[in-house]
């Protein structure tokens, strides 16, 4: 007969990740006490926060792993939780022990791209949501910030907004905050921490300057804990203002996607928002052009808003010795609508969708040409 020993238990106990930091719990120094006896495991765990939304996955997780190890017949699981000196260290060791220091700084091993526009309306989030899910579903570990603090949409577009209107807040352990997870993609947005209006009314609004905005994009950067990341997308506001200025301000080597519609009216303006970001130091990466030409099954081609215009930003923006390409030109796509406000993102739901395919080549092109990573220091040293 097998006899399980309080290490057998305490390893697999300790394997488990805790579902909102990504992490082994033993790593996070929440197993405690681990005892056997005839085959009874005794497992103590301590939880991070008083209520924490994690508990019940965790406890059954914790249950499954101790169960799992061969000679032990019962679980015994004792949750507790994290005292304040205990949560201080972990998040400090969450922060690397850097004392709330933006972790995306010009050493970072994260390529960070903002995805800008010059207009309202080009489908900017709609892109900036659909290629987080696609670099998340290539492999790549992924996070994304909603910047766009007054008109505010990923939540919606990603699932995270129920039937009744409330989106989930971030877990708070003193003063980290871990973003909620969908489709695989780390999210943070301005909505989260909204109340709804009276009655059924939408989610509140935000009437903020420019100092408030630039607090808002910063503490996102600094408190939001996303853990080791590829990429960092920002879906920023249209148009060259506060947050703009301020993203240029706290990641000039940020890397910028730009996004316009063909049509000459959009096209032009975007063009000054990638000069915006240049002068901040911010390289632009490429343009993809949203609204192009929509085929119908008869083969007639409709395009409502014209053609060219991801051409004429991409010459505009180029430079002898830094062309910027046309990414993809996403058509018109009534999936792509109807995706998004149902909060599935359309290269999940409709992979096959012109629209989908499209953005799909975008996260190709940007997953196959990583941040450069000469002149960067590596975390590690030679032994």
Not at 14 to 25: S, Y
Not at 165 to 174: A, E, K, L, M
Request: proline share 8%; aromatic share 2%.
């Amino acid at each position: 007969m097998t006899v399980a020993t309080a290490d057998d238990v305490r390893r697999a106990v300790g394997a488990v990740p805790d579902p909102e930091l990504r992490r082994p719990i033993g790593e996070l120094d929440m197993v405690r006490e681990v005892t056997v006896t005839d085959g009874v495991a005794h497992v103590a765990i301590a939880l991070t926060i008083v209520g924490c939304p994690a508990a019940d996955r965790i406890s059954t997780d914790v249950r499954s792993a101790a169960a799992s190890v061969p000679g032990v017949v019962e679980v015994s699981l004792e949750v507790g939780v994290m005292t304040p000196q205990q949560r201080a260290q972990l998040t400090e060791r969450l922060r690397g022990g850097r004392s709330r220091e933006m972790p995306f700084g010009p050493d970072a091993l994260t390529r960070v791209i903002a995805v800008t526009s010059g207009k309202g309306g080009v489908g900017k989030s709609t892109i900036t949501a659909n290629l987080a899910v696609a670099l998340a579903h290539s492999g790549l570990s992924v996070g994304l910030i909603d910047a766009d603090v007054h008109g505010f949409s990923i939540p919606g577009q990603l699932g995270l907004v129920a039937a009744d209107g409330s989106v989930p807040q971030p877990t708070r352990i003193d003063d980290v905050m871990l973003p909620p997870v969908a489709h695989g993609v780390k999210v943070i947005s301005i909505g989260m921490f909204l109340r709804r209006g009276a009655g059924d009314g939408p989610l509140g609004a935000v009437a903020w300057r420019g100092p408030m905005l630039h607090r808002t994009v910063q503490q996102f950067l600094t408190d939001v804990y996303f853990g080791d990341l590829d990429v960092l997308l920002l879906d920023m506001p249209p148009g060259t203002g506060d947050v703009a200025i301020s993203v240029g301000q706290l990641l000039p080597h940020a890397d910028v996607l730009v996004v316009t519609t063909p049509q000459t009216a959009a096209s032009d303006v975007a063009v000054r928002s990638g000069l915006v970001a240049r002068q901040t130091g911010q390289r632009v990466v490429g343009v993809v052009e949203n609204m192009a030409a929509m085929t119908l099954p008869d083969g007639t081609v409709v395009d409502v808003f014209g053609s060219g215009g991801g051409a004429a930003v991409a010459a505009a923006l180029s430079r002898p010795d830094d062309r910027v390409p046309v990414l993809a030109s996403v058509p018109l796509s009534p999936s792509l609508r109807q995706d998004a406000d149902a909060g599935i993102p359309a290269v999940l739901a409709h992979p096959g969708d012109p629209a989908s395919r499209a953005i799909a080549q975008v996260a190709e092109s940007l997953a196959g040409t990583p941040r450069g990573l000469a002149g960067k220091s590596l975390p590690f040293r030679p032994a």
